[in-house]
C-alpha cells in the first residue's frame, strides 16, 4: 500500500503518463466531458469531492507549468477565483466556451463532486528540472 499521495489506483496510474506539456482538466460535476480524454469519474454525490481537495491533491503530485479557467469564474464563484489564484500564478482565463472546447484536447479529465458555478481548470504539465 501506498505510503501517501493519491490512493485512486486508476488516478494515480494515469498521472504518472502524463509528460511535459499535457493537459489535464479539473471538472465541477457539470462540465460536459466530451469523446476523447481519459475520464478519472470521482463524483460521489454533491460537493463531494471538492473541487479544491481535488486540485490540492493532484498540485501535491504534479509539476504544473500553466492553467486555464473560465473568465466568468471570477463574478460567478468569487471563493474559488480567489482560492485557485493563490495556487497557481500562471493563470490564463478565457471565456467558458473556449474552456469546454479545449476540454476535448486534453488527455484527462478528473471529475468531482463540486457543485458550483465555473469550478474547472485546465492544468498543463510542466517538468522538475
Not at 472546447?101 to 468531482?112: F, H, I
Amino acid at each position: 500500500m501506498k505510503r501517501a499521495g493519491i490512493l485512486h489506483a486508476e488516478l494515480s496510474a494515469a498521472l504518472a503518463r502524463l509528460g511535459h506539456t499535457d493537459e489535464l482538466v479539473v471538472a465541477d460535476c457539470g462540465l460536459p466531458i466530451p469523446d476523447g480524454p481519459q475520464l478519472i469519474d470521482l463524483a460521489f454525490s454533491f460537493g463531494v469531492p471538492g473541487f479544491l481537495d481535488v486540485l490540492d491533491g493532484l498540485l501535491t503530485e504534479l509539476v504544473v507549468e500553466g492553467a486555464v479557467v473560465a473568465t466568468e469564474l471570477d463574478a460567478a464563484n468569487p471563493d474559488c477565483a480567489v482560492a485557485v489564484t493563490e495556487r497557481l500564478t500562471k493563470l490564463e482565463r478565457v471565456d467558458h466556451e473556449e474552456f469546454k472546447r479545449r476540454v476535448a484536447g486534453v488527455k484527462l479529465v478528473v471529475r468531482t463532486g463540486e457543485a458550483s458555478p465555473y469550478a474547472n481548470i485546465l492544468l498543463r504539465c510542466g517538468v522538475p528540472f
